[in-house]
Structure formats: C-alpha cells, structure tokens
C-alpha cells in the first residue's frame, strides 16, 4: 500500500530511491565509560575547552571547503561553539559541583530553551545548538563526531532536522532527496540543500516512523513523499524529471521572457570563492553580498583596509561588460552575532537590534564599511550598488541614502519589514533601487517561526499575502522607475521566479546553481503570461492553491 506523507517543498525535483534514516545520538556505553569525567573543576573545564575547540576547528575547515550561504552558516556555528555565554554556563554549573556532563548537558538545556522562547530566527539556532552538544559529548567520551552516514547506493535521507555540518557534507550522487520532519522553507537545512541542487521536502511531520525501512518518491515541487511506490513507476517519473532538469540547465542566457522581456538573473554570494564560482553561470552580477562572513568569526572589528581587500576579491572578477554587485551591509544580531559588536540583552532578538539598527548605537561600524566598500569598488573598477538590511522607515532609508552617495555609489534598501514594502513609493525617493528578502518578509508579514514546523505553511513565499507586499514593491518601481529586485529564496524556484517577473520584479538573484533552471523556465514563458500567473496566485487562498494556479497556466 502506498502511504503519502505531505511537508513543505523546498528544493524542486523528483528523486526515488531507498530511505535511510539518520540520528545524531551518541552511544550510551561511551557515555557510561566515561563517567562523570575530571573530578577537580579546572580540569573538567579545560576538557571542555579542548572538545570544544576541536568542534569549532571542525566548522572552520569545512567552512573554508565550501562557498556561499553554506560557508557563512558553518562560521557561525563555530562562533556558537566556542561561545562565551556557553561557557560560563559549564564553569557556574561545575563550581557548583555537578560532574563535567550533567554541567554540559544543563548549560545546553539553558540556552535551548532562551533560544526557543525568543522565536524567530533565533529558535533556528536550537537545531544547531543540539548539533554542537552532540558533537562536543563526542569528543569528550572520545568517539568520532556523529553525523549522516555515508550511503553505499543513492539514497533517500530522512530524518528529524539536519544540522548545518551534517547537510553540507552531503554528496549529491548519493543522498539523492532530504526529507526532515521539522524545518521550515527557510532553515538552513532548506538554503543548504538548495545550493546543492537536491530535492527537498521539510515539515513532513511523522516521516521517520512511516519510512524507515521503505523506499520512497519524494516531489520537492509540491511537498508530496509517497512510500513504497511501483518501482517501475516511480523510476520512470524520476528519468522524465531528470531530462527536463538537465534540458533547464543547458539553458546559457540571457536571462529574458519568451517576448523579449529583460529579466536580470544575479548570484548570492559570501565570500571571493562563492563569486569566482558564480561566473561560471550566466548571471550579469550579483545580486546580493552577504558581508557577515567577514566579521562572525572575528573577535575584533576588521580595519577599512582588511574590508576593502576582502570586498575587493569579491567585485573585481565583475568589472566592466554592464554587469554589477549588489552589497548588503553588516546584517548581524538576532542570529548572527558579532563579538565586536553592541549586542543588547533582548527579548527576542529577530524584532530588535539587527542589521542597519546596530548604526544607531554605532554609526561608525556602518561608515567604515561603506568607506571599505568605496575603496573596493573605485579599485577594482566595477559598478557597485549598497544596499541596507532591515530597513523600516523612509527616515532610515534618507539616512542611508545620503551616506552611500556620498561615497559615489547607488543606495538601496532590503525590504524585509512590511512596512517598506508598505511605503515603497516614499522609499524610493531617497533610494535608486530596492531588493526584497522574501525570507524575512514572509515571516515578519505571517507572524510565524520560520523554524515552526507546524507554521511552515505559513513561512511559504507563496502565501497571497506575501505576494500582494511583493507587487506593492514592483509598482512602485515601475511608478519610479526604479528596479526592484527579489534576492530571497524564493528566486531560487523556477516557478515562483515566472510569478515574480509578473508581478513587475525586474531581476531575480539567487543562488548560482539554481540560475539556469530560473533562466530557462522564464525564458519559455512570454510576460502576458507570467502576468496571468501572478494574478491567479494573488487569488488563491493558500500557497498549494497558489502554486497549482501558477503551474497549470505554464505553456
């Protein structure tokens, strides 16, 4: 009997094949060999610093393998590692005479629970959190870090949530699908799995109970995962999907509608190597620089000199031929802190000082990376465009403004808050251009976690109601004519990318293996059409109906 579970897709693509199941426990007799571990609780604390700095220098070296989002995600777990706060908690917990892992275990507790009662992106940090602990137990009882077992056949990978570590070691020829049952679009588990390119459903809440031991066909176009289907079937299903991905990703440019219509399609980067990769792709720039992996593993600030060296790696492989890189500002705070930083004590953290409001306290930190930025930008000679994170007022889009013209640069604003996309058109009179970060959008318009798995249908781009801020946005560009750019993940989805474009969004930035899919799938559909399909989502009622709307007006 086939058995189909639903969860949120992710990652679109067909994949079929045996389920493997994964946990990141580590094995009781290790635990129980190991006691209660160094009695005096100097020595006990120093274990605990020498587990946690091999954990960290773990995060590092793969870190420094991989590029992009997943580069920037690894970093900050090595910074959660070796945090301070976790520390104290150990120390406090062992002078007061509990035994080296009952004090690990009550400082990890203590922080899982801050974390999940300050929601928002801070609650994503909980699954990180967890992965760290599991890994420094590890060290301590003297076993290997756990992790996802390498499969000996292309497999189907189920289980809880994967930690940041664990989804960026996976091989792609062999973990052919990630089911998770917790998670939502926009956990790190969804932006990893997306710059690998495998399909991927999450929020599928009961999977590993109704999978494990079976084979599995998982959609990552419609959240769909069915058990034991007709093998023959099911095979079938998959090589016909595989063609048409791989006739997508012959697709070479440029990016346009099926008429004509221009459509810029950009990259999301992190660091120099990420960009060097990007220009492999048609892409015409980059839409979107994530400088945090600059500063989260940095104890001190970085001088103007160390920014604009790094910034400069970044822009100079993007000079000349009318292309240009878009550069965010320092997004730290909420999940990403910064240790050089002015971080309040807050309740919760994902509606408070973070991104462009750490200027406030501080409005050197933000001037000197614009200086850094300017002196990247006039040395390497490639057009660059600044833009600033969570802005939500015109006063602080005024403010910005003035400052990145002052340096001889084009000035932008992400629209994350509802209220910009809200005051689109007032915004647009202080800035030349505006890029919507659907992640944050959609979870600050719907009022959910984007880590809930039980709101992940409300943490979906597709909701109407995101949609609607959305063409807000793009018609105040048009009025202005001013471009108006989406660099979420929702650009990353060929079908939601032909829904964009209709509603007016005249570039789609994302990352660098999704472009030919976008590119290829905008490019067979004419702007009428793209059109149709944006208003028949906004009329829909829910993000399934929304995106059935879409796909059976495809040509």
């Not at 999450?202 to 069915?226: F, K, N, S, W, Y």
């Not at 289907?229 to 012959?250: I, M, N």
């Not at 500002?329 to 408070?352: C, I, Q, R, Y």
């Not at 009179?429 to 709101?455: C, H, K, P, W």
Request: net charge negative; proline share 6%; with cysteine.
């Amino acid at each position: 009997m086939v058995t189909s579970i639903q969860g949120t897709p992710v990652v679109p693509g067909l994949a079929f094949g045996p389920v493997l199941v994964t946990s990141a426990d580590v094995s009781t007799s290790a635990v129980e060999a190991f006691g209660g571990g160094p009695a005096d609780p100097a020595a006990a604390l120093a274990a605990y610093d020498d587990a946690v700095g091999l954990v960290a220098d773990g995060f590092r070296a793969r870190a420094t393998a991989a590029t992009g989002a997943t580069a920037e995600v690894l970093t900050a777990s090595a910074g959660l590692a070796t945090d301070r706060g976790m520390r104290a908690a150990v120390r406090k917990n062992l002078n007061a005479g509990q035994q080296l892992l009952p004090a690990l275990d009550a400082a990890v507790e203590q922080f899982v629970t801050v974390f999940a009662g300050m929601g928002g992106l801070m609650a994503e940090r909980v699954t990180d959190l967890r992965d760290i602990h599991a890994r420094v137990l590890a060290r301590l009882v003297g076993e290997p870090e756990p992790g996802v077992p390498v499969p000996t056949t292309p497999s189907v990978l189920v289980a809880g949530d994967l930690a940041p570590a664990d989804t960026a070691g996976l091989d792609p020829s062999l973990v052919v699908a990630i089911v998770t049952e917790r998670g939502g679009p926009t956990s790190h588990t969804a932006i990893i799995a997306r710059q690998l390119g495998i399909p991927c459903v999450v929020g599928a809440a009961g999977a590993i109970a109704e999978l494990d031991g079976r084979t599995a066909l998982v959609d990552g176009q419609t959240g769909t995962v069915q058990a034991d289907p007709d093998h023959a079937e099911a095979e079938a299903l998959v090589a016909a999907d595989r063609a048409e991905r791989a006739a997508l990703a012959s697709w070479s440019g440029p990016g346009r509608t099926a008429d004509g219509r221009p459509v810029k399609l950009l990259a999301n980067v992190a660091d120099a190597a990420s960009a060097r990769a990007a220009t492999s792709e048609p892409v015409t720039g980059i839409g979107l620089f994530r400088t945090e992996l600059s500063f989260l593993d940095r104890e001190t600030e970085p001088s103007v000199d160390e920014q604009a060296a790094i910034y400069a790696d970044v822009l100079e492989p993007y000079a000349g031929d009318g292309r240009h890189v878009v550069v965010r500002t320092l997004d730290a705070g909420s999940d990403k802190p910064v240790a050089f930083a002015s971080h309040p004590d807050e309740e919760n953290p994902a509606l408070g000082v973070r991104g462009l409001r750490l200027a406030f306290a501080d409005p050197g930190l933000l001037h000197r990376q614009l200086d850094a930025i300017a002196i990247a930008a006039e040395r390497t000679g490639t057009e660059c465009w600044v833009m600033a994170p969570m802005v939500a007022t015109v006063a602080e889009a005024r403010d910005f403004g003035v400052a990145v013209h002052e340096r001889g640069l084009k000035a932008g604003v992400m629209v994350e808050v509802p209220s910009a996309a809200l005051l689109a058109h007032k915004v647009l009179e202080e800035v030349d251009f505006l890029s919507i970060g659907t992640n944050d959008l959609t979870q600050y318009t719907m009022a959910a976690d984007r880590m809930a798995s039980d709101l992940a249908h409300l943490t979906d781009p597709w909701q109407p109601a995101v949609l609607q801020l959305v063409a807000i946005a793009a018609e105040a560009g048009r009025r202005a004519d001013k471009p108006v750019g989406v660099c979420g993940e929702a650009a990353a989805d060929p079908l939601l990318a032909c829904v964009l474009v209709g509603l007016g969004i005249t570039s789609l930035s994302m990352a660098a293996a999704a472009v030919r899919p976008v590119g290829a799938r905008v490019g067979g559909v004419t702007l009428g059409r793209c059109e149709e399909m944006a208003e028949a989502a906004l009329a829909a009622e829910d993000p399934a109906s929304a995106r059935e709307a879409a796909r059976v007006l495809l040509p």
